[in-house]
Each structure stands twice: as structure tokens, then as C-alpha cells.
């Protein structure tokens, strides 16, 4: 009896905690600012290419289609009526996010900005990878998040606020954690992982490897080795070491490596760098505050 109320102070501690505050505001300024950056120079490079993914007679073939009122908004460029207009789209995406940083109403452009992004991502899903995929999740459960809710004054609205808030942080945590999770299931299920030969036919397969690093390192048996069980152990013990002070920063600093060199050496550019940017996630929050003023100190001066 003594074990369940324990239980039951400790559960309602717990609720206190996250319905009176939310400790994560300027982490999430500066995970938001970071991923709406990227999203802006993604689609900056894209627009050179545009007419081929979006445009009349595009060669995307139908990937995503809904009939659902509410979810048609969504993926529009389906439509053959609308492909004329792919450009709206791209230049609306980037306006939305040129809005969210330098006008007012920072929630209206972050809602318009992700009915650009999820048009552009329907259109091109058959193309896009796990990271892009784990970006537009993100931008979802960002909606919801209020990083200003300290202002609100009705204590009833602010403390369900504050209850969002942190449920989205932990939402978004997990997704990185569940996105190792599966990733390390399903290498397990490979032969090439276990014996430690995946990074060999990384290497072999021209479209996904640098000439450079597949002259270099293809005869490397030990270093292919190497890095193949170190990307199938660090996908296994990132979900229980992220959550332990002493080797948290450790794992960090090991998936920075892990995903710069998919960036480098693969070429998966965009997944390299989104990987990468939701470790702020898992960062501190003075570490966060630190970064953010130094992020608006440099905006400022340029």
C-alpha cells in the first residue's frame, strides 16, 4: 500500500511539474529556427530542378493520394490542375518561413509553411529518405507547441499549454529514439550488418558512395569492418545511453561523426544534416540558450 502511494504522489509530482512550466523554451526556439534554416536552403536548391518534380509532364509517378477534406490540402500537386502552379508552392514555403522570422504571428506561418513543405513532400515522397520523413513529424508536433505560454494569463489555458508543450518535447524525443530503434531492428536482420560487410556494398554501389573514399577504402577490410559494427551498436545503445548523464554528451559526439559521414562519404546531404540538428533535442537547456545567443547574436551583426 505504502509502494502504491508512493507511486501515485510521485505520477502526481509529475503532472505539477508539467502543467506549471515548461523548461525547454529556448531549446525549442533554436531546434525550430535550425530545422526552418534548412528546410529554406533545401528548398532554395531545389527550386533549379523544380519544373522536373512538379512541373506539367513531371515524371513523378502518384505516390500519395487522399480524398479526405481535410487532408486533400495537403497533397494538392497530385493534381494535374495545380502542377502549372508548382512555383506558388516552393515561393510560398520560403515566404512562410521568411514571415516566421521577421514578421508577427509566428503560429500562422508556421501552420501555412507546413502545408508547403507537406505538398512538396506528398509530391516527392518516393524520392525523400527517413530524415525528411522524421522533419515533417517534427514540424507537425511543433504546431502545437507554444514557446511563449509563460505570457498567457489565464492560468487554466497556460497550464494546458505547459502540458502540451512537454508532451511534444517527449513526443519528439521519442521519435528520434523509435527512428534508432527500428533502424537497429532491421540491420539485425541483415546478414551484411552482422558479419560486417554493409559498408562494403556502400561502397561498391556508385550512387551512394564518393569515388574518392570507394578508391580509398574498398580493399579496407578491417576499417569497413569497423564502421559497419560501429553504426549498428552506436543504432542499438543510442535509445538507452541517450537517457544516462555521463554518456549522453558521448553518443551525441558519436552520432555527429556517424551522420557526417553519411553526409560525406554516402552523399545523403539532407538526411547527414537533419540527423545532426535533432540532437538539439537532447542537448541542455543552457547548453541550447548559449547556442541561440550566439545564433541571433551573429544574425544581428550580419
Given at each position: ?184 531492428y532491421y540491420k539485425l536482420q541483415g546478414e551484411s550488418w552482422m558479419d560486417g560487410t554493409a559498408f562494403y556494398y556502400v561502397l561498391y554501389n556508385d550512387l551512394y558512395s564518393h569515388p574518392m573514399f570507394a578508391a580509398t577504402l574498398i ?25 544516462i548523464r555521463k554518456t549522453k554528451k558521448m553518443m551525441l559526439a558519436l552520432g555527429i561523426i556517424l551522420h557526417f559521414m553519411i553526409a560525406w562519404v554516402m552523399g545523403i546531404v539532407d538526411f547527414g544534416i537533419i540527423m545532426i540538428l ?25
Open positions: 500500500m505504502k509502494v502504491s502511494s508512493n507511486w501515485i504522489a510521485a505520477l502526481h509530482r509529475c503532472l505539477d511539474d508539467h502543467s506549471n512550466a515548461f523548461g525547454r523554451v529556448n531549446t525549442i526556439k533554436l531546434f525550430k529556427a535550425s530545422i526552418l534554416i534548412f528546410l529554406f536552403c533545401y528548398t532554395l536548391q531545389l527550386l533549379s530542378v523544380a519544373h522536373m518534380f512538379f512541373g506539367p509532364g513531371n515524371y513523378m509517378v502518384p505516390y500519395y493520394k487522399s480524398n479526405n477534406i481535410f487532408l486533400k490540402p495537403l497533397n494538392l500537386l497530385e493534381g494535374k490542375q495545380y502542377s502549372a502552379y508548382y512555383l506558388f508552392f516552393l515561393y510560398g514555403l520560403l515566404g512562410s518561413i521568411l514571415s516566421y522570422f521577421f514578421l508577427p504571428f509566428k503560429r500562422i506561418s508556421l501552420i501555412v509553411c507546413y502545408v508547403f513543405m507537406m505538398n512538396i513532400y506528398h509530391k516527392t515522397a518516393p524520392l525523400q529518405n527517413g530524415g525528411f520523413s522524421l522533419l515533417t513529424i517534427m514540424l507537425f508536433i511543433l504546431l502545437f507547441i507554444n514557446e511563449e505560454s509563460e505570457k498567457i494569463k489565464n492560468p487554466y489555458i497556460r497550464a494546458a499549454q505547459f502540458s502540451i508543450a512537454n508532451i511534444g518535447f517527449i513526443a519528439m524525443r521519442m521519435q528520434v529514439v523509435i527512428l534508432y530503434m527500428v533502424a537497429s580493399n579496407q577490410t578491417i576499417f569497413i569492418k569497423l564502421v559497419t559494427w560501429f553504426t549498428l551498436l552506436f543504432q542499438l545503445l543510442f535509445p538507452i545511453l541517450i537517457w535533432m540532437y538539439i533535442l537532447f542537448n541542455s537547456e543552457s547548453f541550447n540558450t548559449r547556442l541561440l545567443y550566439l545564433f541571433k547574436r551573429n544574425a544581428a551583426a550580419s
